[in-house]
């Protein structure tokens, strides 16, 4: 199915349900949540194409499993 005819049936399966306020918020609800998990995986993806990142999480990894970490309470990360 193309892009063209997806954005058709999808506005169609909207256009059924846009006057139930109800079932239009769970529709919007769930596309925000689809949106969200896209953006991570694209920024995921980013992170992942550099060499240099993908050694620093290594390295990281690595440090933890040796214990070779001083833990940081969340309420200091932004102090």
Request: net charge negative.
């Given at each position: 199915?193309?892009a063209?005819q997806l954005?058709?049936e999808l506005?169609r399966e909207l256009?059924?349900?846009a006057?139930?306020?109800t ?6 609800k ?8 896209k953006?991570?995986m ?10 240099a990142m993908?050694?620093i999480?290594r390295?990281?990894?690595k ?6 970490f ?5 309420d200091?990360i932004?102090k």
């Amino acid at each position: 199915m193309t892009a063209l005819q997806l954005n058709a049936e999808l506005f169609r399966e909207l256009s059924i349900i846009a006057e139930d306020e109800t079932l239009m918020q769970k529709a919007l609800k769930y596309l925000k949540k689809l949106t969200a998990k896209k953006q991570t995986m694209d920024e995921t993806d980013y992170i992942m194409s550099s060499p240099a990142m993908v050694e620093i999480l290594r390295q990281g990894d690595k440090e933890i499993a040796e214990g070779n970490f001083e833990p940081i309470a969340i309420d200091d990360i932004w102090k």
